[in-house]
Every structure is written in C-alpha cells, then in structure tokens.
C-alpha cells in the first residue's frame, strides 16, 4: 500500500481565471493572480492499494456516487498513466470550512490530492512540478500550492502553464477578505461548464480577454507597491468584467442573486464613507469583500445591520500545501 495525506487552502482569485484554451489538460485562456486563504482547507488522504478493486471516494465521512467520484478517479487515473501503476485507491477527503456554507472548493480539494499523489508515490516533485500535476485536476487548484499571492501564468502546454507565488514583503499579512454568504445552494452551472459556454458563445468573451492581461499588470505594480486602493480597484473590475461575459452567453446566464447585488452597493455605501473595501465574486451568489485588517472590525460592523453573525465570516493571508503524516489507526 502507498499512502500520502496533504492539506491545501482555497484560494480566491482576484484576476480571474475564465477560460480554457485546452479543456483536457486545462491550460486557461488567461493568466489570473490570487489570495490563498486561511479559513477554508482540505485535508485529504490516499491510498493506492492492491485490494481495491474500484476507486473510492469519502467526502467527508460520506461515501460519494460514480458521478462525484468520476472527477478524482480520472485525476487518479492520470497519475497511475504518469507512473505506470495500476493500483486502484480510496481517497478520504474533509473540508474544514466555519460553516456548511457550500464553500467547498475545488480548488483546495485537487490541490490537497495531487500532493497526497506526490508523497504516497514518493514523487519528489518540485513545487512547480505539483502546481503543474495539481493544475491538471482543477485549474484553480495550481495556485493552492502557494501561500500568499499566486501567479498562474497560463503558459501554451502542459510543461509551461503553472502557478508561482508573488514577492510580496508578506502585505497580505495586513490584508483581510471578508466572506458574506448569501446562498448555500448549489449552484446551477458549474464554474468549468459556465466558462466553457461562456467561452464558445459570448459576444463579450473578447472584450474580457483584451483586460485580463492589463489587469493582471496592474495588480502585480499594486502588490509590489503595497496599494491598496489600486489592488482594490482592479480586483472589482475584474470581477465584474468576467461576470458580463455571462449576461452575452447563449443561453444567457449569471452567478448573481439579489442579496449578491445588494452586498455590491452596501461596499460602494461604506467605501463612499471613507473605509476602503472592493468585492468580488466566483461561480456562485456569495460575496467576497478585500479589506485592510486594520478596517475589518469596522467592515463587520457596518454589515451586521443586514446580515448575521453566521453570514460573515472573515479570511487572512494562508500558507501553501503542507503534508501530513498519516496515522497508523487512519488506514485503510
Ligand atoms: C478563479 N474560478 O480564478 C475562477 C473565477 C471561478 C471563477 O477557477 O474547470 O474549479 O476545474 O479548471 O478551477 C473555478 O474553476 O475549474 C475558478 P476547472 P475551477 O478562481
């Protein structure tokens, strides 16, 4: 038996990846730079095992169907192809998120696998090497290897498109990302089927690619300058600039919901009042705010007059992958 077990943090991306150029090896259409969080992590175990005779998911203590385990039995069935192995596994996954507020994210799970892969099979791969394997199981998750602000430079092949973190002084430390959740459901269109229609019939897909690349220049001079307003701005308009690809998508569609939009004006109120907050969004209705630290308790308070305790929940800066030593009582 070969066993591995990793954690991975999620992380939000503030230049967005929206796109791919390449649907089976993921490689994007675009750059994206990003926030690795520390409140939300997946911790998952592998264990490739001569006595399975199928691959087995558990998300959470739960056993998962063929459908949900279809994603982590090809990312499976590429590292077996990779190191000629034929054994089959189980992969026991936990999300540790503050609440069951379907934040669960792909982008820490497959990251948290491909490095349980790596040290089960004892890979000793770089870290470029992982964020490259990790890349292969969900886009997003190549920049889950890093702590910190991370680049996923979009490359043109599997050798060249990976993520890498981004000298920062640790400003992130200063930086806080506020969660306002507004919906637990789960969402109509998955983010890898939303970006692929958007991709084949949005008009305004062009237009997204001709800012994304400014944008992510942008952000990059806002880090190294330690600006915040201008890292704020450019998050904002990123976002909201992937999301109208999908209002000129056939059949049209969006992520939004009305308490989505309403968390959009209470930071354009409370940023016209003098505190410095910008928002973004992902493939679903929940609200993301960055802030400085220093304006966080100030942020919360002037939320809480429209949303409860439970419905914010505040991030800072997270650390990259980090293995974890299995334990005896834990296998198989
Ligand atoms: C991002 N998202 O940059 C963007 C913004 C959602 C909106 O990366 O198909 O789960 O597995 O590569 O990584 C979510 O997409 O998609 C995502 P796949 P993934 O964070």
């Given at each position: 038996?070969?066993v591995?077990k990793?954690?991975?943090?999620?992380?939000?991306?503030?230049?967005?990846y929206?796109?791919?150029?390449?649907?089976?090896?993921?490689?994007?259409m675009?750059?994206?730079?990003?926030?690795?969080?520390d409140?939300?992590?997946?911790?998952?175990?592998v264990?490739?095992d001569?006595?399975?005779?199928?691959?087995?998911?558990?998300?959470?203590?739960k056993?998962?169907d063929?459908?949900?385990?279809?994603?982590?039995?090809n990312?499976?069935?590429?590292?077996?192809?990779?190191?000629?192995?034929?054994?089959?596994?189980?992969?026991?996954s936990?999300?540790?998120?503050?609440?069951?507020?379907?934040?669960?994210?792909?982008?820490?799970?497959?990251?948290?696998l491909?490095?349980?892969?790596?040290?089960?099979?004892?890979?000793?791969?770089?870290?470029?090497?992982?964020?490259?394997?990790a890349?292969?199981?969900?886009?997003?998750?190549?920049?889950?290897?890093?702590?910190?602000?991370?680049?996923?430079?979009k490359?043109?092949?599997?050798?060249?498109?990976?993520?890498?973190?981004?000298?920062?002084?640790k400003?992130e430390?200063?930086?806080?990302?506020?969660?306002?959740?507004?919906?637990?459901?789960?969402?109509?269109?998955?983010?890898?089927?939303?970006?692929?229609r958007?991709?084949?019939?949005s008009?305004?897909?062009?237009?997204?690619l001709?800012?994304?690349?400014?944008?992510?220049?942008?952000?990059?001079?806002?880090?190294?300058?330690?600006?915040?307003?201008?890292?704020g701005?450019?998050?904002?308009?990123?976002?909201?600039?992937?999301?109208?690809t999908?209002?000129?998508?056939?059949?049209?569609?969006?992520?939004?919901?009305p308490?989505?939009?309403?968390?959009m004006?209470?930071?354009r109120?409370?940023?016209?009042?003098?505190l410095?907050?910008?928002?973004?969004?992902?493939?679903?209705?929940?609200?993301?705010?960055l802030?400085?630290?220093?304006?966080?308790a100030?942020?919360?308070?002037?939320?809480?007059?429209?949303?409860?305790?439970?419905?914010?929940?505040?991030a800072?800066?997270?650390?990259g992958?980090?293995?974890?030593?299995?334990?005896?009582s834990?296998?198989?």
């Amino acid at each position: 038996m070969y066993v591995g077990k990793a954690r991975a943090y999620t992380n939000i991306a503030l230049i967005k990846y929206w796109g791919k150029k390449d649907e089976h090896l993921i490689i994007p259409m675009n750059s994206s730079l990003s926030l690795t969080l520390d409140a939300f992590y997946t911790e998952t175990s592998v264990y490739f095992d001569e006595t399975l005779t199928e691959d087995i998911f558990f998300l959470d203590g739960k056993k998962q169907d063929p459908k949900q385990t279809a994603k982590i039995s090809n990312f499976l069935d590429l590292v077996r192809q990779q190191q000629n192995l034929s054994l089959f596994a189980k992969v026991d996954s936990r999300n540790f998120v503050p609440t069951a507020a379907g934040l669960a994210s792909s982008a820490s799970g497959l990251a948290a696998l491909a490095s349980a892969c790596s040290t089960a099979l004892d890979l000793q791969l770089t870290e470029t090497e992982l964020s490259r394997l990790a890349r292969r199981g969900s886009g997003s998750a190549c920049r889950s290897i890093f702590g910190g602000f991370a680049e996923w430079q979009k490359g043109d092949s599997d050798q060249n498109s990976f993520a890498q973190p981004i000298p920062s002084d640790k400003w992130e430390e200063e930086l806080a990302m506020l969660f306002v959740l507004v919906d637990d459901g789960v969402k109509d269109i998955s983010s890898r089927d939303g970006m692929k229609r958007t991709v084949e019939t949005s008009s305004f897909y062009s237009g997204w690619l001709e800012n994304v690349e400014p944008d992510l220049v942008t952000a990059k001079q806002a880090i190294k300058e330690k600006d915040f307003n201008k890292l704020g701005q450019v998050t904002e308009a990123n976002g909201l600039r992937m999301h109208g690809t999908t209002l000129a998508a056939v059949p049209p569609f969006t992520y939004w919901s009305p308490e989505s939009l309403k968390v959009m004006q209470l930071v354009r109120a409370v940023r016209k009042q003098g505190l410095p907050c910008y928002f973004t969004m992902d493939a679903g209705p929940n609200v993301k705010i960055l802030v400085e630290k220093k304006n966080l308790a100030a942020l919360k308070n002037f939320l809480a007059d429209h949303f409860s305790e439970q419905q914010l929940i505040s991030a800072f800066a997270g650390p990259g992958i980090e293995r974890i030593p299995v334990e005896r009582s834990e296998e198989l």
